[in-house]
């Protein structure tokens, strides 16, 4: 039996990015639709799909029957974007201001997030 030392020193971690969760479509919340009166709730879900030539769709869908009369529900996709977009998307149905960019990361979202900032000069130059 050959054993082979090697020195502590030349190991280097290895250090891996986190992978992406298993879990595909994630609760955002309930939205109230419908009439006047708003006497509808839609549940909201957010799904990621697979990446394409670099680039990965996200949507926005929801669980419904067709009609009155079906037994079981049906996925429905009520809008869809590029990762970038998701925020904007996500405040076009006013449910943006409830989920955070933390929440999005947790979700696997990898987006860049666009905020216009005011730049405020600290120097009298």
């Known amino acids: 039996m050959t054993i082979i030392e090697f020195p502590r020193n030349v190991c280097i971690p ?4 986190s992978p992406l969760p298993r879990q595909r479509v994630f ?3 309930i939205v109230y ?3 006047a009166m ?3 709730v839609t549940r909201l879900y957010l799904k990621r799909h697979g990446k394409k030539n670099g680039t990965r769709k996200w949507s926005l869908i929801t669980y419904e029957k ?3 009369f079906d037994q079981r529900e049906y996925s429905i996709e009520l809008d869809n974007c590029q990762e970038d977009d998701v925020p904007k998307m996500l405040s076009q149905y006013f449910i943006g201001e409830h989920i955070s960019i933390d929440d999005l990361r947790m979700f696997g ?3 860049k997030i666009n905020q216009n900032a005011e ?3 600290l120097s009298k130059d």
Do not use: F, S
Not at 14 to 17: N, S
């Open 119 to 121: 730049i405020i000069k």
């Open 66 to 68: 067709y009609d009155e």
């Open 14 to 17: 290895l250090e891996y990015e």
């Open 109 to 111: 979202w990898n987006g």
């Open 33 to 35: 639709t419908g009439p």
């Open 38 to 40: 708003c006497q509808e």
């Open 27 to 29: 609760y955002l919340g």
